[in-house]
């Protein structure tokens, strides 16, 4: 019996790239070859068409599972490579491949990258198809809406022959896009808000703001729950965990309730510049979402934004709540997510926050007290942790 023994890649956005194209798929081979690493029978071939890993034996449900993590990856065809291009080894291979689907209709489908193949498609199309009437029962031809779509690709190495295409997750390869200091709270939507843009191929570090004694420990073990699922699509991922019980203490303190929150996030972003210029990241992302809490309204955000020049990402700030739920529960950090630990940000949630706060008034609140030192402070007491899906967690203070 003939098995399928490829993987075939399949690229997407990556042909758009022009002059690019080649430095991003060798950075998608890269990330693949990471991804696969253990699965020590497999072999990986980059092409500047596709990307092929063989199978040699090995089982492909739980590499095609493993790639569909990948970013950058538009589709995967599990494919049978036939060395021998004559047609009537095309016609039976294509023959025993079909034999071994379940259905009523089908379609052939070529697609000949090598003009040089002596028939066009459209007659290696008719001649398969022949060959399967004739030797089949029951199978008839359905142009439109086929059961069973099969896939002959002419190149020039051998024919690609497949029934079997799954989606892969897009966007893409991871590091492409450079680095961003990501603000990670522990709730559902920045673990989001990072997948999306890992799948645009920005690498993330990640910021926590923690206030012991008011939060929990649980918060960080969450936070690395959470990094270990996301490591997944990235590897291992830099936490830094930043002191934030004085500013906070600070704050409440001379602040009036109803800006407490616009004032903490000012605070926040503040850190994250500073931080973010140190590890050479020319972005901030958030998971903000418009209009979800009064700091997300479009002016609280204006009026936080203004401490820093820096860029900020939202990618989640046209989503819909329950779509950015979705989302959680298929990268699957909706549960973790929604464990009962809350962070600095909620634990001192005012009854009354200000939806349309005035910079005028964060500025006058912020001349109350001597906030840069607590900011110097906080940012040289920083404790970092690495984050795997391997469980290499360690801590490094450098």
């Known amino acids: ?29 890269k990330n693949i070859i990471r991804a696969l690493k253990d699965f020590p029978k497999l072999d990986i071939n980059m092409r500047h068409d596709h990307i092929y ?73 008719r001649l398969v198809a022949g060959h399967i009437l004739r030797n089949t029962v029951g199978l008839t031809v359905d142009v439109h809406n086929p059961d069973i779509l099969l896939s002959i690709e002419i190149r020039e190495e051998a024919a690609y022959i497949f029934a079997h295409t799954f ?35 920005v690498n993330i570090e990640c910021i926590h703001f923690a206030s012991p004694p008011y939060t929990q420990m649980g ?33 409440y303190d001379n602040v009036d309730e109803s800006y407490c929150i616009t004032m903490m996030r000012r605070m926040m972003f503040r850190l994250a510049d500073r931080l973010a210029k140190m590890r050479h990241c020319p972005v901030i992302s958030s998971g903000e979402s418009v209009g979800q809490v009064a700091s997300q309204t479009l002016q609280s955000m204006n009026v936080i934004n203004q401490v820093t020049n820096m860029p900020i990402i939202r990618p989640c700030a046209t989503m819909d709540k329950t779509d950015i739920i979705n989302t959680a529960i298929r990268i699957g950090t909706y549960d973790i997510s929604i464990r009962p630990f809350i962070d600095c940000c909620t634990i001192f949630t005012p009854k009354s926050p200000k939806t349309a706060p005035h910079l005028e008034d964060c500025l006058k609140y912020e001349e109350k007290f001597d906030f840069e030192p607590l900011i110097k402070e906080a940012l040289s007491n920083i404790e970092v942790k690495f984050i795997s899906s391997e469980d290499e967690t360690k801590e490094d203070l450098l």
């Open 219 to 251: 918060v960080i073990y969450k936070l690395e729950d959470l990094l270990k699922v996301l490591s997944k699509y990235q590897g291992r991922i830099r936490l830094h965990i930043v002191p934030f019980t004085k500013i906070q203490e600070a704050i």
């Open 1 to 29: 019996m003939i098995t399928y023994d490829h993987i075939m890649v399949r690229f997407g956005e990556l042909s758009t790239k022009g002059k690019n194209k080649i430095d991003f798929i060798r950075t998608l081979n």
């Open 167 to 201: 989606k892969g997750a897009g966007g893409y390869p991871l590091g492409v896009g450079g680095k961003a200091m990501h603000m990670l709270s522990g709730g559902i939507d920045s673990p989001v808000a990072a997948y999306l843009l890992m799948k645009r191929g």
């Open 53 to 125: 890993v063989t199978l040699n034996g090995e089982s492909y449900e739980p590499v095609i599972e493993r790639l569909q993590d990948v970013s950058g990856i538009q589709g995967l065809s599990l494919v049978y490579k036939a060395k021998d291009r004559g047609i009537e080894n095309i016609k039976n291979v294509s023959l025993e491949l079909i034999k071994q689907e379940t259905g009523k209709t089908f379609k052939v489908k070529v697609k000949r990258s090598d003009k040089t193949y002596p028939l066009i498609s459209d007659q290696i199309t």
